[in-house]
């Protein structure tokens, strides 16, 4: 089966400039999940998505970050303006439902901001 | 919230050796995951367990969960160079809540 699909590869923008990541799920996984991954640290949870709605965006920085999910399928994350700690590589991962139990990550997003 | 220690920081270690690290919080988990990562990929699930003493192999992986549900480790016996990556471990809190370690970065000397 086709993996969890990202992009772009790699992003370099400003600071206060704004970004959007795309990702699309493995086809049937119901749950989405949106992590930042900061160069040395392990993932981090920034939200997660069951079908196109959201289950958990307790670690999202909602004054810069918004995600959405449209039609339970494509996901989009924005951030807007981007500040210098946001470089990070964005993970989307997919699962066929809320459970750790065949999570699949995509390649991941890398973000500079310069 | 939750956190998890993961030790060594990094290793190096000559091909055909054994390796050993593990992980360890202040905090109970349900469930404890072993990752891999390679570089420019996302993590790739090695290894998952699901009560406490559980020890369950992948190969040359082994896993097990602690007794306390506090921590966890992980040995690669017989390394290749392949193994050279990151390994995460992870620790489930309920079904929508898993944090990450912080990772150990193994090197392989051929």
């Known amino acids: 089966e086709a993996g969890v699909a990202q992009s772009p590869r790699y992003k370099i923008i400003e600071k206060r400039q704004s970004v959007a990541f795309w990702c699309n799920p493995i086809s049937g996984h119901a749950t989405l999940y949106w992590y930042q991954q900061i160069l040395g640290q392990g993932p981090k949870l920034l939200i997660q998505f069951q079908n196109n709605g959201v289950v958990d965006d307790s670690q999202l920085p909602k004054d810069r970050f918004s995600a959405e999910r449209l039609k339970g399928v494509d996901s989009t994350l924005k951030i807007q303006p981007a500040k210098l700690e946001d470089s990070a590589v964005y993970l989307c991962a997919s699962s066929h439902r809320a459970s750790y139990y065949g999570y699949t990550f995509g390649s991941g997003t890398r973000l500079t901001v310069v | 919230g939750q956190q998890l220690n993961q030790s060594p920081q990094s290793m190096f270690i000559q091909e055909g050796e054994d390796v050993s690290m593990n992980c360890t919080s202040s905090?109970?988990?349900?469930?404890w995951l072993w990752y891999k990562q390679d570089p420019g990929e996302g993590p790739v699930l090695l290894i998952a367990?699901?009560?406490?003493?559980e020890l369950t192999s992948n190969g040359r992986l082994t896993a097990q969960f602690g007794i306390t549900r506090k921590d966890s480790f992980l040995n690669i016996s017989a390394s290749i160079p392949s193994d050279v990556g990151i390994y995460f471990c992870a620790g489930l809190y309920n079904n929508n809540d898993m944090r990450f370690g912080a990772g150990t970065r193994l090197t392989v000397k051929p």
């Open positions: 367990l699901y009560k406490a003493g």
């Open positions: 905090s109970i988990f349900n469930t």
